[in-house]
């Protein structure tokens, strides 16, 4: 058997919240994100665009050192890089995938900062060209794909709407900004369009938060059964398998009794052994990870977001029981900051 790609460490890239690694990981996939966009997103987006010959273009645009936004990171969840049918277009599009589980007008002003960002720094790396004929920005369509268990009001779709009053003759000068949004709230379980593994991550997403996750685990792995199980499904069953662990109450009995029905023989023990591994594991990192943020409130009243996102990068728990000696007899936040370098 191909060792499989699941890595439950990955999710601290993401902070360690699973909802977000969980979205990366899926729509990651060019074939499930194609699927997705053509089955799901309104029509005009496949009637313009080639949504079967999508490029994956790297998740992090912009590291620490960048001047606007100092020591923080902009992460684009899912962003690719497709072509308009019409082959006398020459502009690519740059299409950005954000899965978020919560209405929240200022959503748009995130996922602007993100989209123009990215643009922006297309632009840069171009060295800045003042041509359209020497270089030609991509297209920028924002994907919101929503799963969150609260109805999505339709004004979130727009930028202006961010501001309570603005006068109708002033609105033109307002940049303006609509997403294209997807919600999976809108969708029947039992008419779940596309391939079975765009219904497999559908479900997950959908169930996980309408509660109803741990008891249809087997319901969402029984769409995978029905197909070919290989090496890019069994990472897609670790890793539904692993979200479900981590957003539910579910046993790891019942894990290992459903991964082993849908992967067969000594394949399906192997996977499931692993995923159970890995819940117990990252349970284990977190929870060390929050008492030391929490010694450290308790101490110095205030944890700078530099130390947090630091210590979410740490996976080796002798080190992580190091470090919280360290927060419990530091003198200063900045002796454990040192420490952790």
Not at 104 to 114: D, G, I, S, W
Not at 165 to 185: A, C, D, G, S, T
Not at 302 to 315: F, G, H, K, M, W
Request: hydrophobic fraction near 40%; aromatic fraction near 8%; glycine fraction near 6%.
């Amino acid at each position: 058997m191909t060792k499989s790609k699941f890595d439950f460490t990955k999710t601290i890239s993401s902070g360690g919240n699973p909802h977000d690694y969980f979205g990366r990981v899926t729509i990651g996939d060019p074939s499930i994100a194609s699927d997705l966009l053509q089955r799901y997103a309104d029509p005009v987006l496949a009637e313009h665009v080639d949504l079967n010959n999508l490029q994956a273009e790297p998740t992090q645009f912009f590291g620490p050192a960048h001047p606007v936004l100092g020591p923080k990171e902009v992460i684009l969840d899912v962003p690719y890089i497709a072509h308009f049918h019409d082959a006398e277009q020459k502009s690519e599009v740059l299409i950005v995938v954000e899965h978020k589980s919560s209405p929240n007008l200022f959503v748009l002003l995130q996922l602007a900062v993100h989209a123009l960002l990215s643009l922006y720094k297309r632009w840069t790396d171009a060295g800045r060209p003042s041509s359209r004929k020497k270089f030609r920005l991509p297209v920028p369509l924002v994907v919101l794909l929503y799963c969150g268990a609260d109805d999505l009001a339709d004004e979130i779709l727009y930028f202006q709407d961010i501001f309570d009053f603005l006068p109708e003759r002033l609105k033109q000068y307002v940049p303006q900004f609509r997403l294209l949004i997807i919600n999976l709230r809108r969708f029947d379980y039992d008419n779940l369009p596309g391939k079975p593994e765009t219904q497999a991550v559908v479900e997950t997403m959908k169930r996980a938060f309408d509660g109803t996750l741990a008891d249809h685990f087997p319901d969402v792995l029984e769409r995978l059964g029905a197909i070919s199980i290989d090496d890019r499904i069994m990472d897609l069953i670790a890793n539904i398998s692993w979200y479900t662990g981590r957003v539910t109450d579910i046993t790891p009995e019942k894990i290992v009794e459903t991964v082993t029905n849908v992967v067969k023989g000594k394949k399906g023990i192997e996977m499931a052994e692993m995923i159970k591994i890995g819940i117990f594991q990252q349970g284990k990192i977190e929870g060390i990870i929050n008492k030391i943020l929490r010694l450290l409130q308790l101490r110095f009243n205030q944890v700078p977001d530099e130390i947090a996102s630091e210590l979410n990068t740490r996976t080796d728990l002798i080190a992580l029981d190091s470090l919280f000696d360290l927060a419990a007899q530091c003198n200063t936040l900045d002796e454990f900051s040192n420490g952790l370098k």
